[in-house]
């Protein structure tokens, strides 16, 4: 295969528009010869490089103007990569748009399938492993095109627990994936959760706050669910399901504990004036930006945020300080030892 069949060229043009960098000015008489290859193959592949540019002279009868064979030259190499290089980059997007959209190939592909070739055991599945589960709720996120519900009734997230789920959180959220997820109230008196909680409301996610729950639940995409066999004795394992009538089952079951739920900035905002529980971990960067960094812009970018979102921080941090000014939030700051 040639070097620039990855361009779009049969070998056979290739070694045509090779002969003509090689013979400039010469005639296709003895192309035939040279490429042992029937002339109908010659014949198309002139018309073709003739199209893309990479020939001229070459799309007429044969003769040139003096009656003579007609004389054929070769575009020069680096016009022609670039010429090959647009056309084929052009190919590619139009085949990667095509496979992007291709989602709505599986409406007409379930229809083929026959409710026996849908046996319960296939929408059912049952994991008993930790580590599996943990690898198929990883698996679910990364995938996860519109939206995670979840409720968990943690009292705590281990530092460990934080650092594993926020670069998955945080991907979720920056793609555009919708989050709803109720809490544990109790969890709201372990300060690296509720900053960490904090954190995820900055960036789009909506949690609420139950009184108690026992259930523990978490669906995607409106389409798979997965809860624990037994809620009491998480160790058991776990069900992920696809079957349509128990996702929805579980999706009312939802919509009934976050409608009783208590939206977290409602429950932050009524505690602002009596905490003095410090900032949250992104909160506590941006008052260090604030204090040694002049444009927000390049306190954003310091960060990996927008500036968007870099004010509302600020404005959080202000709030929690009590402060009237960046200003006075740095002198207050400054007195609690928090910079």
Partial sequence: MGELSVLGLTDTEEGIYRHFLRNPGTTAEDIQLLLHVPLDEIAGALERLTELGL????????TGADGGPEVISAADPETAVDRLTDLRLRELHQQLQQVTQSRHLIAGLRAE?????????????RLEDLGQ????????????????LSVEPYTELTPANIAHARPLDTRCLRRGVRIRNVVLREALDHAPTVGYLRDLTSLGAQIRVADTIAERLLVYDRRTALVPVDPADTRRGALLAREAGLVANILALFE????QATDL????????????GGLTEMEQQVLEAMCHVGK???GARSLGVSVRTYRRHVADVLRILGASSRAHAALLARERGWV
Avoid: C, N
Wanted: charge should be negative; charged fraction near 35%; proline fraction near 2%.
């Fill in 113 to 125: 399938q026959s409710v026996k070739e849908q046996p319960d055991s296939g929408r059912i599945e």
């Fill in 265 to 276: 900035t409602v429950l932050i905002d009524e505690g602002a004036g009596s905490a003095d």
């Fill in 296 to 298: 927000d812009e390049s």
């Fill in 133 to 148: 589960i943990r690898g198929r709720i990883d698996d679910l996120a990364f995938f996860a095109r519109e939206e995670i």
């Fill in 256 to 259: 009934k504990i976050w409608d």
């Fill in 55 to 62: 020939l001229h002279g070459a799309e007429g009868t044969g």
